[in-house]
């Protein structure tokens, strides 16, 4: 058995443990979320629990870190394309954790974008490059100073530069407008945000694998980890994988589950391939049959991202609680009665009219996308 069929087992493992751990990072979010409703009001403003108050966040915290410590062992028995499109298997147990853990409907839709996903990545996979050499410390550095690399990296940058940009642009238009936005920008508010996060998050990927290639090195050699190099990597992937997490926990706030985890990890595959290519120059090992089946691969991974695209008549939302038709006209009759300059009135009188018409813990969903939409005219009355 070939080391890089022992580094695909760890490796897979791993990415069962984090996309668990991100789902309960999720469910954390979800209680602060109803724990706002109902918490504490100082000022007229509600006192939000810190995150990390909450069981299930903690341990999704657990869970992602042990799946990603799997990983980093992984990357020195495998090549880093080939683990990057096997998290593949995170898209399935998306769908099983966010039924069982988050409570969601799974759709027909979401069933069929996730299995041209897996698809997609079982032929990245399938004709990747299953090639995984040691290198020395001497031959690491080189590569990083690789003009090819280097033009890489500005490609990068300007790669999150855009999309930054175009997130920026989306977050104003939803402030200032105060209506809801059109259904393409449902999707590109996501995508650009995960692209952001992949882009600079999947440089974890290349510094993690440069620092197991040197524990492997270490060994199986007289070579020492305490040199500058080491620490130098070891402190650029702390700044990346600390850059990826921030923004992990950020996405899980502000999406949908079931739509940002499979964008945020599509981004970081892609961004993970291309880093493996250049840098480890893997693509050598690619013939015409097995670049023609890559590219049919990533194909049907973005096949399965536009799928993923929140349905208009939902609000965004691509897999969503079931709300009685009452529920929402109540809602809708109050806000159109009450008068926009009392919010805090507004606030009050929507929660207990909704909590009063229907007495379920799942009614609080409306709610908050309601509260957000007053919090936004009362960011324009005080403008």
């Not at 007229?44 to 799946?67: D, E, Y």
């Not at 999947?202 to 060994?219: D, E, G, I, Q, T």
């Not at 809602?331 to 009188?349: F, H, N, W």
């Amino acid at each position: 058995m070939g080391d890089w069929v022992i580094g695909a087992f760890i490796n897979l493992f791993g990415s069962i443990a984090i996309n668990f751990g991100t789902n309960l990072l999720k469910l954390g979010h979800d209680e602060r979320g109803r724990h706002s409703m109902l918490g504490e009001r100082i000022n007229g403003k509600t006192v939000l629990k810190p995150i990390i108050s909450f069981q299930s966040w903690r341990i999704g915290i657990l869970f992602f870190a042990f799946g990603n410590a799997l990983n980093f062992i992984s990357f020195g028995y495998a090549a880093q394309s080939l683990l990057a499109a096997l998290g593949s298997v995170q898209f399935v147990s998306n769908i099983v954790f966010a039924y069982f853990v988050l409570n969601k409907t799974v759709t027909v839709k979401v069933i069929v974008a996730t299995t041209f996903i897996v698809v997609g990545n079982t032929f990245l996979v399938a004709f990747g490059n299953h090639q995984s050499p040691v290198y020395t410390q001497d031959q690491l550095a080189e590569k990083y100073s690789n003009i090819t690399f280097l033009f890489y990296c500005l490609l990068l940058v300007a790669v999150v530069a855009m999309h930054h940009y175009v997130y920026r642009r989306g977050e104003l238009l939803l402030a200032i407008s105060g209506k809801e936005l059109m259904r393409y920008w449902k999707l590109l508010l996501p995508f650009s945000f995960a692209v952001v996060s992949g882009a600079i998050g999947s440089c974890s990927v290349l510094f993690a694998k440069s620092l197991s290639n040197l524990l492997r090195l270490s060994m199986s050699s007289s070579y020492r980890l305490d040199s500058w190099f080491t620490y130098s990597i070891l402190l650029m992937f702390l700044c990346t994988a600390g850059f990826w997490m921030t923004r992990l926990n950020e996405g899980l706030a502000q999406f949908d589950a079931i739509l940002i985890v499979p964008m945020f990890q599509i981004a970081w595959t892609f961004f993970s391939i291309c880093t493996g290519f250049v840098y480890f120059q893997e693509y050598q090992v690619l013939n015409a049959l097995r670049t023609v089946m890559f590219i049919l691969g990533m194909i049907s991974v973005f096949i399965g991202i536009t799928l993923l695209a929140p349905d208009e008549s939902k609000g965004g939302e691509v897999m969503d609680i079931p709300i009685s038709s009452k529920v929402n006209t109540d809602v809708e009759r109050l806000i159109e009665d009450s008068p926009i300059d009392d919010m805090k009135s507004l606030a009050r009188a929507m929660a207990t009219k909704a909590l009063a018409a229907v007495g379920r813990a799942k009614v609080v969903r409306i709610i908050i996308s309601y509260r957000n939409e007053i919090r936004r005219w009362n960011r324009n009355i005080v403008s």
